[in-house]
């Protein structure tokens, strides 16, 4: 059996936030007590939203709250030539098909593109979209959840869009299969999406991998924590032994005797003794 090869891939368009921490402490934690690897990847491949200097904080603050990752941080932005090759690789097959539909076209009108025969030098403004198999598995067994259905609705999917952003599903399809991850631990709020990457792996030639959704931080009954909803810092409530240990507890994990005075690092190391995956609730939680 191959060895287990967790991954972290927070996105740099602001500071890590609490559902930030709740993602790394479980994506760190499982790898660990599975006697895995646990890769950190920043993916800024939305130039608009990603800045470097948030790249630059990520990284510092997740060294204050003393994780150690494998190897050298993954940086996406300087592996495009990556991504491209997959996509032109996808367009051979006949998988994927140039498209020249605005977004505010496709909100209320299908996609006719595939029968029109576009090629990437005939405009500048160019998206590019895979085309969903007819045939396809809709279900995948979650380690937290059990098996989980969710039907893939989309006739196609945007992989390279028209102002030339990289798309998350195969930015993150490609480097998960490029770097041998074995598992994807991550938020809740991606579980939906699961079945159609599975699609890209399947496009792809690879494997599909098994996965383990966290429970979702909410700021209330309505509006998850993210970036997009500007919610705050996590290092701006607290300090980055109390924030871990808020973030165990959130993942209904043995807190007992962990103190806010002890260093990061040993908090990280006393709860790797306990962790337990069937500790970790699904579904929501507000965080309070």
Sequence with gaps: MSQYIGRFAPSP???????????????????KIK???ILLRIEDLDFFRCKKEYTRTILRELDEFGF??????YIQSEHTDVYYKAAKDLVAKEKAFYCNCTRSYLKNNSCHCRNKGLKED?????????IIPKVHQDYFEDEIYGQKTFPVLQE?????????VISYNLACVVDDIRQGVTQVVRGSDLIDI???QMCLYKALDADYI????????????TYKLSKQNRSPAVLDQGSPSQMLIKALEFLNQDTDGLQPQMPPKKILDKALERFEIKRIPVGKKVVV
């Design 210 to 221: 098994s996965y383990l959704h966290l429970p979702l931080a909410m700021a209330d009954e």
């Design 35 to 37: 006697d895995g690897k």
């Design 122 to 130: 005939s405009e500048d403004n160019l998206a590019l979209r895979f």
């Design 194 to 196: 699961t079945t159609t």
């Design 156 to 164: 196609s999917l945007t992989l390279i869009r028209r102002d030339k």
């Design 13 to 31: 368009s602001g500071r890590l936030h609490f559902g930030s921490l709740v993602a790394a402490v479980g994506a760190y934690a499982v790898a």
């Design 68 to 73: 150690k990752f494998d190897g050298e941080p």
